[in-house]
């Protein structure tokens, strides 16, 4: 990404800064954030009311079937998003 470039060519030139702030344009961007918690980063991005935030521990599980309707096909969260 541009984005992780120009964070790193600013890296590289020894400037000093504190965190990363970024609009819901840039937290929509999963390898942009995962970049920046590889760089060791302190970041805070917006993100769209869409998406949906769980901590480190989710675990993806099969949701209890119901007795009508069709089974489901996809796996669920084991816990509520934050």
């Known amino acids: 990404e541009i984005a992780l470039a120009e964070i790193d060519r600013t890296m590289a030139a020894n400037v000093r800064f504190g965190c990363v702030l970024a609009d819901a344009g840039y937290g ?5 954030r995962q970049g920046l918690t590889e760089r060791g980063l302190a970041w805070a991005v917006g993100i769209p009311r869409h998406l949906k935030v769980y901590p480190v521990d989710v675990k993806l599980i099969w949701p209890i079937t ?3 309707g069709k089974p ?11």
């Open 72 to 82: 489901r096909k996809h796996h669920v969260p084991d816990i509520l998003s934050i």
């Open 66 to 68: 119901k007795v009508r």
């Open 28 to 32: 929509l961007s999963a390898p942009f």
